[in-house]
Antibody
Framework: EVQLVESGGGLVQPGGSLRLSCAAS????????MHWVRQAPGKGLVWVSR????????SYADSVKGRFTISRDNAKNTLYLQMNSLRAEDTAVYYC???????????????WGQGTMVTVSS | DIQMTQSPSTLSASVGDRVTITCRAS??????LAWYQQKPGKAPKLLIY???SLESGVPSRFSGSGSGTEFTLTISSLQPDDFATYYC?????????FGQGTKVEIK
């Protein structure tokens, strides 16, 4: 079964750090671009970050640039999001999602994880 | 940055109704547009990619159209399972942006 499972969320104080993980299974992880998307409580979806297949290229939303770092370990089939200098406005459910590059599905996220909640509060 | 604007924000409809949701991009995105369905407490589900291609396993009552800056998602006959929030999402030059969402409610 094709699956993405996030972990690592929790309660953190403003200014703190957290690292999210996304474990992939059921597909060739190293062939796909991977993304993080977040959703604040009661709000819409917001794209956060993307990494290409071999990890050599990354992109970030302006709201997290310089504070968040996306990375991947293709040997472990795992995606990461290192979040530093966390703010109250970073409170959200964080989803990892898969994109198949170079095909007609380019730009679309066809598989999503179940999400992990990050709460930034004192 | 490319902005995506969905309309309406909320839509009240009955089972069997034909429903249309519109998404406008602030600049041309060719056909690089996807539509998602999200139910409360669940992850989004891909419905349509490349503006009009139906994702495998998605019922044929869902269809997408458009190119450039204006796109539509149509549900030909609304079913009870379709009451949810729908998002459009664009891809252009290494940026990805979602619309604000359209909640489809029971009338």
């Amino acid at each position: 079964e094709v699956q993405l499972v996030e972990s690592g969320g929790g309660l953190v104080q403003p200014g703190g750090s957290l690292r999210l993980s996304c474990a992939a299974s059921g597909f060739t992880f190293s062939s796909y671009w991977m993304h993080w998307v977040r959703q604040a409580p009661g709000k819409g979806l917001v794209w956060v970050s993307r990494i290409n297949s071999d990890g050599s290229s990354t992109s970030y939303a302006d709201s997290v640039k310089g504070r968040f770092t996306i990375s991947r370990d293709n040997a472990k089939n795992t995606l990461y999001l290192q979040m530093n200098s966390l703010r109250a406005e970073d409170t959200a459910v964080y989803y990892c999602a898969r994109e198949e590059p170079g095909t007609s599905k380019k730009g679309a996220f066809d598989i999503w994880g179940q999400g992990t909640m990050v709460t930034v509060s004192s | 940055d490319i902005q995506m604007t969905q309309s309406p924000s909320t839509l009240s409809a009955s089972v069997g109704d034909r429903v249309t949701i519109t998404c406008r991009a602030s600049q041309s995105i060719s056909s690089w547009l996807a539509w998602y369905q999200q139910k409360p407490g669940k992850a989004p589900k891909l419905l349509i990619y490349k503006a009009s291609s139906l994702e495998s396993g998605v019922p044929s009552r869902f269809s997408g159209s458009g190119s450039g800056t204006e796109f539509t998602l149509t549900i030909s006959s609304l079913q009870p399972d379709d009451f949810a929030t729908y998002y459009c999402q664009q891809y252009n030059s290494y940026t990805w942006t979602f619309g604000q969402g359209t909640k489809v409610e029971i009338k």
